[in-house]
């Protein structure tokens, strides 16, 4: 099935690799490596006339014995070419020898370091042939660092980092998007993405995952309600959250949902959390808890089960039958927090939606006994969100700053967050509430995976409306408000 949202094809290093093999071995490996690094250059040209001259400034370069060393060297022979001041450090005193060779002819110099003042530093060390562990050098702190492929150090299948990598401001990758930039430590040490097409079109597989695209705007995959609606038809919410210990968190799921657009929210929840929630959104239908009763997802196209119940045992009681009673009428179901230990002892669909962060996927692991998924969760949380879906048949969303969105025999998909600012207390709460009303809305053209990253998608959205320059100074209830646009 085609999908309704502009989604980014990401591989793995080795499936790059894979597919440049051919070429290669046709004789196109220095036609590759021009049009890597050609694209690698173009990047740092752009960078050097948005600070000002490109005539004399200052790049230096790490570079590598391999072909990521390579395209690093051919990049700065470009940029010599340009009147650019350009400096090489060889990391393992030996380089490709051809692209060193241009490098000097060009009046580029090998130097034993990189020079202090150096405006930008291209990290060409190491890139989809990384094997064993890697030292990151010291960089000057003022340089804009430019990442060759990936930063060197980075897992390009994973993001797991073995010893250390330097942080990059931008990172040009060639041939395609790889996870290792968006998943795991590659994730946060990637910085601002580039993708460079070096022809490798048919050659490539198909891909690992997709990336929902970060040049896009999510609200315009929202479908408005049309005059013909009425509150039942736009789609209702049911949300069992909330408990005398933290009421707080059911009136942030409740006001996300009704901010994000819905006919109607229910709320399941004591007496005091109803008082409270209904003070502050008279709009929401209040349902006593546990009421057993059947008919009080009758209306519902979506429930939401988990945010702020606590650890009580009748609250945990009621959200075991909501949530079977949601699987009995096959009807999107998150899953958030606590309502998570409850996993193990129910039978799920792809239609449930679990979002733990990883600290609940990693109890998540251990209560369904998945060892395998528990580990993965250090070294390669994509995989590790494939398991825990695999292993509970439910749909997965594993949060961070790189979401992860798995689902049994159907592609995974990412959402990149360049917004900080939502490790806060209470943004889970409000992702809660907009997942449920993008699954009750939205659902007769998304499958509830891709639901759930337009979700994710407009979460962040709201989160940059409210901070534009992320310096993280909002809670959640500024994110809350911020999703009305
Ligand atoms: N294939 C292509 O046609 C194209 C590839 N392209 C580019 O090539 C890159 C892949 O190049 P690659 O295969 O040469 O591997 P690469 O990332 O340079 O690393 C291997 C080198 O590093 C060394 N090394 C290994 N581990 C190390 C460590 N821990 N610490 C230190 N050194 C270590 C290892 O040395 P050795 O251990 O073998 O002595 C070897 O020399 C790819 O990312 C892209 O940039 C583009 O130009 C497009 C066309
Ligand atoms: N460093 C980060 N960058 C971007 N988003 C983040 C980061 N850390 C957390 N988030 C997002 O913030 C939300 C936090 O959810 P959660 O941990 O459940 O919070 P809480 O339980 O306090 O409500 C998730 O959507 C997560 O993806």
Redesign the pocket.
């Known amino acids: 099935m085609t999908s309704a949202l502009p989604l980014l094809p990401v591989y793995t290093g080795d499936q790059v690799r894979a597919a440049e093999r051919p070429l290669l071995e046709s004789g196109q490996g220095p036609e590759l490596m021009r049009g890597a690094s050609w694209g690698l250059a173009a990047a740092v040209l752009n960078l050097l006339r948005e600070r000002g001259a490109v005539y004399g400034a200052r790049v230096a370069g790490l570079i590598g014995s391999g072909n990521n060393g390579g395209d690093g060297l051919w990049a700065l022979t470009f940029l010599r070419r340009r009147g650019v001041e350009a400096t090489a450090v060889l990391a393992r005193g030996r380089a490709h020898q051809e692209a060193l060779q241009a490098f000097l002819q060009a009046g580029g110099r090998v130097v034993d370091e990189i020079p202090g003042q150096a405006d930008v530093v291209i990290d060409a060390v190491l890139g989809t042939g990384f094997s064993g562990e890697f030292g990151a050098p010291q960089l000057p702190e003022a340089a804009v660092v430019i990442a060759c492929d990936l930063p060197s150090g980075v897992d390009a299948d994973t993001g797991e980092v073995r010893g250390s990598a330097p942080a990059a401001d931008h990172t040009v990758t060639f041939g395609g998007l790889k996870l290792g930039l968006l998943a795991g430590d590659g994730g946060h040490l990637s910085g601002r993405l580039h993708t460079v097409d070096i022809g490798l079109g048919d050659h490539l597989p198909t891909p690992r995952a997709q990336l929902l695209s970060p040049d896009w705007d999510p609200a315009s995959s929202w479908r408005p309600p049309q005059s013909t609606d009425h509150k039942y038809s736009r789609g209702t919410v049911h949300v069992l959250a909330g408990s005398p210990q933290y009421p707080g968190a059911a009136q942030l799921t409740v006001g996300a949902a009704l901010n994000t657009g819905v006919g109607m929210v229910t709320l399941e929840a004591a007496e005091e959390v109803r008082h409270q929630v209904l003070a502050a959104s008279p709009e929401v239908v209040g349902v006593a808890d546990g009421a057993g009763s059947e008919d009080r997802l009758e209306k519902a196209r979506a429930v939401v089960v988990g945010p702020g119940l606590g650890d009580q045992a009748a609250q945990l009681e009621a959200a075991s039958a909501t949530i079977d009673e949601a699987v009995r009428r096959a009807l999107p179901c998150v899953v958030d ?1 606590s309502a998570l230990t409850l996993v193990p002892e129910l039978t799920l669909r792809t239609e449930v939606l679990l979002t733990p ?1 990883v600290g609940e996927a990693r109890r998540l692991a251990q209560g369904l006994g998945l060892a395998e998924a528990d580990e993965l969760l250090s070294s390669d949380p994509v995989a590790a969100a494939e398991a825990l879906a695999e292993g509970t048949g439910a749909t997965v969303l594993l ?3 790189t ?1 992860v969105i798995a689902s049994p025999g159907a592609e995974t998909l990412l959402h990149r ?1 360049q ?2 600012g ?2 806060t ?5 409000v ?1 809660s509430g907009v997942l449920g009303a993008v699954l009750a809305t939205q659902q007769d053209r998304l499958t509830v995976a891709e639901g759930a990253v337009l979700a ?1 998608g407009l ?2 959205q709201a989160a940059q409306r409210v901070d534009p320059n992320g310096q993280g100074r909002f809670g ?1 209830s500024a994110l809350m408000a911020g999703l009305r646009a």
């Open positions: 927090a962060h949060k961070g700053a979401t967050a917004a900080p939502l490790a207390a209470g943004s889970g709460d992702l994710v979460h962040a959640a």
